[in-house]
């Protein structure tokens, strides 16, 4: 059998290719109209915002800001389940191995789901793949980082040829990276641009990450998700029977920024589906003048509103 790392390359250029071929089909660029109203509402906001959308239907693509560097904060855990995924695939790992909470494994002091159970708790990976991304455990995710590996997923991303898309370490170890010191002292937990992860959504929704039935699961476990304030806040659910599977994160950057205070940090990117469009949206924003917790963060509620007018531009 290849080495593991000869068998990644192998399927990373495969990927690359693949995901090239994505990005070939939505070079077609936005009207003015729809960029100057998001322009707009980004020169009110207190902080730096970037968004990328892709209409899957016809290929036209949206971008503002999108080539700039982000913190993802939790939004990173999309390209850890990505990776899972194909070790799965590849049988390194599987879905029903189980795994057991220990003490040691406990992160954070948020009511997230794992912090509250008892230790000797017996899981399996998928269960940790699911906890990661509907409620966005930490727990999970360090579980899942321990045994994916911090530099195989970012050689995954290298594969799909997202070069700024990058994790740097588990959860809750602020200055103690896996790799990239000197990125993770800036962006903290992972580091991406609107336009690397919106593209890494598309290989999702186009059914490229492993196959089209592994793609749809991961994309299921994405429809759970428990965080709704940013892109699906305002969307027409009922109306158009949209189906949204999105990842959000949320932090606070680790240095002082142009308002003098450590500003918030703000993510989410998302696969919309419904009767009248099909299409993949990212919004980052950082360096947040706004530090409520909750929300009616200035972030949450500029990124929704924007999220409702590409909705509504691709569903002409």
């Known amino acids: 059998m290849a080495p593991a790392g ?33 322009e707009r509402r980004l020169s009110l906001f207190r902080g730096t915002m970037g968004v990328s959308a892709v209409n899957l239907a016809t290929g036209e693509r949206i971008d503002v800001n999108a080539a700039l560097r982000f913190p993802t904060a939790s939004l990173i855990k999309v390209a850890v389940l990505v990776e899972v995924a194909h070790q799965i695939a590849d049988g390194r790992l599987a879905r029903d191995t189980p795994v057991t909470l220990q003490a040691s494994d ?33 727990t999970a995710t360090n579980m899942l980082i321990a045994r994916a590996g911090t530099a195989n997923v970012n050689a995954r991303m290298d594969g799909y040829g997202l070069k700024e898309l990058r994790l740097f370490r588990p959860t809750f170890r602020d200055g103690r990276a896996d790799v990239l010191p000197d990125l993770e002292r800036e962006f903290g937990l992972g580091m991406t641009t609107p336009r690397d992860i919106a593209a890494l959504f598309v290989a999702l929704a186009d059914g490229k990450v492993v196959s089209r039935a592994v793609s749809d ?71 947040v003048y706004d530090r409520d917790w909750g929300v009616d963060n200035d972030a949450l509620r500029v990124g929704a509103a924007i999220a409702r007018d590409v909705h509504e531009h691709f569903s002409r």
Not at 107 to 131: K, W
Not at 259 to 271: E, I, L, M, S, W
């Open 6 to 38: 000869r068998r990644v390359a192998r399927r990373g250029a495969a990927l690359a290719a693949a995901v090239a071929c994505a990005v070939i089909a939505v070079q077609g660029q936005a009207p003015d109209d729809i960029r100057s109203r998001i």
């Open 106 to 138: 406990k992160v954070g002091d948020e009511p997230v789901v794992l912090n509250q159970l008892h230790d000797g708790l017996v899981l399996t990976v998928g269960d940790l793949m699911a906890l990661m991304i509907a409620f966005s455990d930490n």
């Open 217 to 287: 699961d991961l994309l299921a476990i994405m429809e759970r998700t428990q965080d709704r304030a940013m892109i699906p806040r305002h969307l027409p659910y009922d109306r158009e029977r949209l189906r949204v599977a999105n990842k959000t994160g949320w932090d606070e950057e680790k240095q002082a920024g142009r308002f003098g205070h450590k500003g918030h940090v703000r993510t989410d990117a998302a696969y919309v589906r419904g009767e009248k469009a099909r299409y993949v949206i990212a919004i980052c924003a950082r360096d």
